[in-house]
């Protein structure tokens, strides 16, 4: 009797200390383990819901992706792989878990998995028996069934004319900035019919025209190399006279180059970051100045933002290590037909003092090459080219950039070449006075004044995918 009371009290105590195990480390443990998931579930939810959201506005540094497909998902934060999860298919009970969880649980058939109120359907087996599998019989029409009865013939109303088909016919916007030489001040008042449009040689009608006056959203690609800091000198000067002519509505990022690209500032309408971005380029790193790499890189991150841009490029034009080549560059801008880049040449007063002679430090026929290739840039988008000598010279350059960015006339037209198939046409604008003679303008002393039309030479036309 007494070892049963012993082994009693023993069992208790063994129990309580089971309880005191359970409450003491499992139960808080369990209790932790769900807040944790808890907290998962909702910081998931949160990132979800906030993974819409979007800066008001452009981004230089953003990177667009295609759309997921409508049966994946996002990763998760702790998924490894990085991708897309793809979500199964909903499959219904399988025969076996039917069976599993209506069947009886001594019987060793397989249960048909209805209730036990529901009778079994006509098997359509030989023998009319029910099996593992039911397959209903056939139910065969007889032959009073009436036919189904014919689709009724549906006419047009009274008065309604036949469907018509809708083609979609392409819009060609060109900008045109209309600038005095002397002044580069932009003329004012001009008429639609003072604008006439040629593509591939062919007139085109205007069907739209206005004068724009708005905000720029420009990008200032410059060259930052250890070349000669008499380069970053002329870079530096040439930014800080730009950022002096932003306005506050007006988007700006910087972008340096030597050996790679790389974003200094992205856009931004603060113009103290801007200004304190531009003081931060003391020393360069790399003596390679890989100009080509750098400006297709620029043209592709400015085609995923809308409206128009520009590109304030101010190198010295030479290119030492570029992967991508100048006819692969010069193809780029033709296929992106909403930049207009304007280029500022640096080194003029180094160019100016050692150019032409035997030995120089800067050779003539490289930096004319240089020049060449800044003026294409700018001529095939409609910019401007700019080459200082003097750092006196840099504000009234931009003074000049800052009118034709500012103001200008938009023309749109139909072509009349529809086709698109991928081809180039070419753009040329002129223009006439009322009488259709070349258009001029004379100062208060009857002088003539010659002026420039600043306008994107070309485009390339759609091509159609079948």
Same mark, same amino acid.
């Given at each position: 009797m007494m070892r049963d009371y012993a082994d009693g009290v023993g069992e208790v105590r063994m129990n309580m200390h089971s309880r005191r195990l359970w409450f003491g480390w499992v139960f808080p443990v369990c209790l932790v383990s769900l807040a944790v998931v808890s907290l998962r579930a909702q910081s998931g939810s949160g990132q979800q819901s906030g993974s819409g959201s979007d800066d008001n506005g452009p981004v230089l540094a953003r990177k667009q992706h295609p759309s997921a497909p409508a049966d994946t998902v996002p990763a998760q934060s702790g998924d490894s792989s990085g991708g897309t999860e793809r979500r199964p298919a909903p499959a219904g009970p399988s025969p076996a878990a039917s069976g599993a969880g209506? /069947?009886?649980a001594g019987g060793g058939g397989v249960s048909s998995g209805l209730g036990d109120d529901q009778a079994l359907p006509d098997a359509g087996g030989p023998a009319g028996d029910s099996g593992d599998i039911v397959v209903p019989k056939l139910k065969r029409k007889s032959a009073d069934t009436p036919p189904a009865p014919a689709a009724p013939v549906v006419k047009n109303p009274p008065g309604l004319g036949n469907l018509t088909l809708q083609v979609e016919v392409p819009e060609v916007t060109v900008d045109v900035g209309v600038l005095l030489q002397k002044t580069h001040q932009f003329v004012p008042n001009l008429k639609p019919a003072n604008f006439v449009v040629y593509e591939d040689g062919q007139p085109q009608k205007a069907i739209r025209f206005k004068r724009v006056e708005a905000p720029i959203t420009a990008l200032m690609l410059c060259e930052f190399a250890a070349s000669n800091y008499q380069f970053v000198y002329d870079m530096r000067n040439a930014a800080f006279s730009f950022a002096?002519?932003?306005?506050? #509505? &007006? %988007?700006?990022? =910087? *972008? @340096?180059? &030597?050996?790679?690209?790389?974003i200094v500032t992205d856009f931004t309408q603060d113009k103290m #970051?801007?200004?304190?971005?531009i003081d931060s380029l003391t020393i360069p790193g790399f003596n390679e100045r890989n100009l080509f790499d750098a400006l297709y890189e620029?043209? &592709? +991150?400015?085609?995923?933002i809308d409206g128009h841009k520009y590109i304030f490029l101010i190198a010295s034009g030479r290119d030492t290590f570029s992967h991508i080549t100048l006819d692969k560059v010069l193809e780029k801008i033709r296929r992106t037909p909403d930049v207009t880049i304007f280029s500022i040449s640096t080194g003029g007063f180094l160019r100016a003092m050692t150019g032409g002679r035997r030995g120089g430090s800067v050779t003539d026929v490289n930096y004319l090459q240089a020049d060449n290739q800044m003026q294409s840039f700018a001529r095939m @988008? /409609? /910019? *401007?080219?700019f080459a200082p000598r003097f750092e006196a010279e840099m504000p009234e350059d931009f003074t000049a950039i800052n009118e034709a960015i500012r103001?200008?006339?938009? =023309?749109? %037209?139909?072509? @009349? $070449?529809? +086709?698109?198939d991928g081809t180039f046409r070419k753009i040329e604008v002129k223009l006439v006075d009322d009488e259709g003679r070349p258009k001029q303008f004379q100062d208060e002393k009857h002088h003539t004044l010659k002026y420039d039309l600043i306008? +994107? $030479? /070309? %485009? +390339?036309?759609?091509? #159609?995918v079948e």
């Open positions: 209506s /069947g009886n002096q002519q932003l306005r506050p #509505q &007006d %988007y700006v990022a =910087l *972008m @340096t180059f &030597d050996l790679r690209a790389q #970051q801007i200004l304190s971005a620029a043209l &592709d +991150r400015l085609s995923v @988008t /409609g /910019g *401007m080219f103001s200008k006339y938009e =023309l749109v %037209y139909h072509p @009349t $070449n529809s +086709r698109q306008y +994107r $030479n /070309g %485009y +390339r036309a759609h091509q #159609q």
